[in-house]
């Protein structure tokens, strides 16, 4: 049966067929949750702990302890969020306060983050979105992090776990093609830390784009915006602020008249 979400439909219009939508495989959770527990897990992720929590959990996937993963937090926030995770079957316990993740198939969060940001989109902006995209016939590859329907519009959202240092130039060069290949109305780069983006990603953009005459504006913050449709930004001091700055800033900068 033909899909009839929103953003599907906006894509089939432009000629462009999706062959993945919503992979839930790779997912730290169980995909079959109930809307209690989605609705928690959701509120949960929104906290910037949680998620360097959750990163470190699944990099130490087969075994871990409070004490592995106290990067961000401190052992009675660890504690507690192992707690959440035991309590809803997540993760269980091996005995002597180790633990183990119970999704053996899930090697990164990035999958996690797309469906975040998805939900966040559905959620906090009332706005149709799939994620974990692949489209037909694209030559970039065709991967789609976070595809969104926000007024009619079409908004594209690359999405990183990884820290600036592990971003390199062929990921932003992909990101750029990808952009040119779909023609959203606007294109997000989302990198999931509280690092400055001038240091290192701003100047790769610039670097891609300053040929055809485009510069960075910073926006507000660790926000950036390179001509008139792509936007840089991080997650200092959260995610629904920072892209909804950007999502407002779009739908508002065009002139009246």
């Known amino acids: 049966m033909p899909s009839t979400n929103p953003v599907a439909m906006m894509l089939k219009r432009r000629g462009l067929d999706v062959l993945l939508q919503n992979p839930v495989q790779y997912l730290f959770f169980p995909p079959d949750l109930n809307k209690g527990f989605e609705d928690e897990l959701y509120e949960i992720l929104k906290k910037y702990s949680f998620r360097i929590f959750i990163r470190d959990v699944i990099k130490n996937k087969k075994s871990f302890s409070a004490d592995d993963l106290l990067r961000y937090s401190t052992k009675e926030w660890v504690e507690r969020y192992i707690e959440f995770l035991l309590q809803r079957g ?25 469906w975040f940001v998805a ?15 692949r489209l037909a016939n694209i030559e970039a590859g065709g991967d789609y992090d976070v595809i969104a329907s926000v007024e009619g519009r079409l908004v594209y959202t690359e999405v990183k776990s990884s820290p600036p240092k592990n971003i390199e130039e062929a990921e932003v060069a992909a990101f750029i093609k990808r952009v040119t290949e779909l023609k959203p109305s606007c294109a ?9 983006m001038k240091d290192k990603l701003v100047p790769m953009f610039e670097g ?41 800033h779009h739908l508002t900068a065009e002139e009246f008249w």
């Open 188 to 196: 997000i780069f989302f990198e999931d830390t509280r690092l400055r």
């Open 90 to 114: 997540i993760v269980e316990g091996l005995g002597g306060a180790q633990y183990r993740l119970k999704a053996e198939a899930v090697f990164s969060f990035g999958d996690t983050l797309e």
């Open 119 to 133: 939900n966040m989109f559905e959620r906090e902006f009332g706005s149709p979105a799939l994620w974990g995209v």
């Open 208 to 248: 891609f784009l300053g040929k055809k005459g485009f510069k960075a504006k910073r926006l507000v913050e660790e926000t950036f915006l390179i001509g008139d449709k792509i936007y840089i930004t991080n997650s200092k001091p959260d995610i629904v602020g920072n892209i909804g700055f950007c999502i407002k």
